[in-house]
């Protein structure tokens, strides 16, 4: 149990329509950072945020993106007017001790249709 | 900018045999490296790090791996595998200062044959 939980798990989606995920650490980690995980590849980070502020976005995160972590304890990723291409499995980590190494939460499957 | 090779997309072992995965790795400085395993349909759990010091470091579940700066590799190694390790493997490198934000290669998938 890496303390990390993402809600929903699976989420199967029209193309047009809007989505929340949500990643809740279970201590308030310092950094969170999300990535975008599509098949057969590696994560790709998307943005991070050191407590409550967002410090630096991807290029991936066009502005149908937006993410949020207020009061820098859970983060919200946010994707309006979804795209086929959007269709991915969206990961939240957090760093422990050391700022440097992360911990995964288990994601969450975006299917659009 | 940094970046990660990962040659082999797909590697298949036999149950009690050794094993090898390859990493290269593209970093001005000393990087920061990692493994990562992630079983189908879950996040990827650490298996291990690398910052500095000793060059051969160790992890969880009986893998290790070994830096060579002359060679910018960082390959994953195990003497005898288990039909749980069977799992995609990502090695990642991050940048040694300011964001830690790691760049991961696309994977290698390990096939373990009983």
């Known amino acids: 149990d890496t303390g990390v939980s993402q809600n929903p798990r699976h989420k199967i989606t029209k193309r047009g329509q809007n989505v929340t995920f949500r990643c809740d650490p279970i201590?308030?980690?310092?950094?969170l950072y999300w990535y975008r995980q599509t098949l057969g590849q590696g994560p790709e980070f998307l943005t991070y945020?050191?407590?409550?502020?967002?410090?630096?976005k991807s290029r991936l995160l066009s502005d149908r993106f937006s993410a949020e972590r207020p009061k820098g304890s859970f983060s919200t990723l946010e994707i309006q007017r979804t795209e086929q291409g959007d269709s991915a499995m969206y990961l939240c980590?957090?760093?422990?001790?050391?700022?440097?190494?992360?911990?995964f939460g288990p994601g969450t499957r975006l299917t659009v249709t | 900018a940094q970046s990660v090779t990962q040659p082999d997309i797909h590697i298949t072992v036999s149950e009690g045999a050794s094993l090898e995965l390859r990493c290269n790795y593209s970093?001005?400085?000393?990087?920061?490296l990692f493994w990562y395993v992630q079983s189908p349909g879950q996040g990827l759990q650490l298996l291990l790090k690398?910052?500095?010091?000793?060059?051969l470091v160790q992890g969880i579940k009986g893998f290790e791996a070994e830096f060579k700066r002359s060679q910018s590799s960082f390959n994953l190694r195990k003497p005898s595998v288990h039909w749980s390790d069977a799992a995609e493997y990502f090695c990642a490198v991050a940048s040694s200062g300011g964001s830690y934000i790691p760049t991961f290669g696309r994977g290698t998938s390990l096939i373990v044959h009983p």
């Open positions: 690398y910052f500095s010091g000793d060059t």
């Open positions: 970093y001005g400085a000393t990087p920061y």
């Open positions: 980590a957090t760093t422990g001790q050391g700022i440097s190494e992360q911990y």
């Open positions: 945020f050191q407590n409550e502020a967002q410090l630096e």
């Open positions: 201590s308030e980690h310092n950094r």
